[in-house]
């Protein structure tokens, strides 16, 4: 538990695995540097509490918080958590119990309950609601370009994926997100336990509203890196390469691909303002002039609300296969 200036809410989040019907853990909470109470707060209550080890340390950030704790914690199963959210009393056990029955998974998250208000924070209780969708192994594979399918403190993990191939990095980009990415890369499987299991909680300083890491732009640079891996993993050399959306935005996100060595054809959309023209060379054709999948993969880069929904529908109803013949990624 990285911990900065959090001296309102830090004991809340303690005294939540205090609560644990798991009661074998021990909590290693990094400092982060806090200037308010948060220090006196921990000491406080990590008397009689053997269980709690504190590592003070001066301001360094987030991502080195996260690796000062990962280097002093010694249990085989990592289980993440912030300093302003709750975990849910059979967190740990269900966690733990899920990684134990299947051995071959080597991360796994859960439902959460979005501790906002959707009245004045709906985008985000909307994202929470598409997360909490996200389950299995399979759907979390074809959904991982879409968004971070993953709370951050929502999850566990075992040691030796950090062994293997790598922990937190440093840079413009979404630590958590990233990690993600490089671990499916990898091949390491993840899923969720399929109830809540954590309270996260949204409070307006939250480094996800306030640093530009997490902002919409440095999301698409995250995944497109790996998105493009995917694509020359898992797409024949022949086939065309075609963007579903033809707006300014799709295109400019989609331009990453560009970056990483992949090649745009053309674009796909449903305005018939769009379709018929050209955009630096690329053709914006129908859904009704679509190729036959062997002969094209499609990326959907339309981040506007329902919009997957309808390339879903027409891709589907094309005989593309999700995964095979299009993937989606916003």
């Known amino acids: 538990m990285p911990v900065f200036n959090a001296a309102s809410t830090v004991e809340r989040a303690v005294e939540s695995l205090r609560r644990q019907t798991f009661p074998d853990w021990e909590l290693v909470v990094v400092d982060d540097g806090s200037t308010d109470a948060t220090r ?3 000491m406080r209550l990590g008397r009689g509490e053997p269980r709690l080890r504190l590592r003070l340390m001066p301001h360094v950030g987030l991502v080195r918080a996260l690796r000062e704790g990962l280097a002093e914690v010694r249990g ?6 912030d300093a302003d959210d709750e975990s849910l009393p059979d967190r ?6 899920f990684l134990q029955r299947h051995p071959r998974a080597g991360l796994v998250g859960s439902l959460v309950e979005f501790g906002g208000d959707r009245a004045t924070a709906g985008g985000y209780a909307l994202h929470v609601d598409w ?3 996200v389950v299995t192994p399979e759907d979390i594979a074809l959904n991982r370009f879409v968004e971070s399918p993953f709370a951050h403190p929502s999850v566990m993990f075992r040691r030796g994926l950090l062994e293997r191939h790598g922990g937190y990095r440093e840079g413009d980009f979404p630590e958590d997100y990233e990690l993600w990415l490089r671990w499916l890369d990898a091949g390491v499987v993840m899923a969720k ?3 809540v299991l954590l309270r996260w909680n949204d409070p307006p300083e939250r480094l996800s509203r306030t640093d530009g890491r997490y902002g919409a ?3 698409y640079r995250c995944k497109a890196e790996y998105l493009a891996r995917w694509i020359k993993g898992h797409v024949a050399p022949g086939r ?3 963007v579903w959306g033809a707006g300014r935005p799709t295109r400019k996100r989609a331009e990453h691909l560009t970056r990483h060595g992949l090649g745009i054809e053309g674009y796909i959309d449903i305005d018939p303002r769009k379709v018929g023209r050209d955009l630096a060379g690329r053709r914006v054709i129908s859904p009704d002039e679509l190729p ?4 094209v993969f499609v990326v959907g880069f339309v981040a506007k609300r329902g919009a997957r929904e309808v390339a879903r529908g027409h891709l589907g109803a094309r005989g593309f296969v999700e995964g095979r013949d299009f993937l989606v990624a916003a």
């Open 292 to 295: 036959v999948p062997g002969a």
């Open 193 to 195: 336990v399929p109830q």
């Open 92 to 97: 740990l056990a269900a966690q733990t119990t």
């Open 131 to 133: 997360m909490n969708s």
């Open 40 to 42: 006196t707060v921990l």
């Open 217 to 219: 732009e440095a999301f």
């Open 76 to 81: 085989e199963l990592i289980a993440r958590m």
């Open 240 to 242: 065309r390469l075609l």
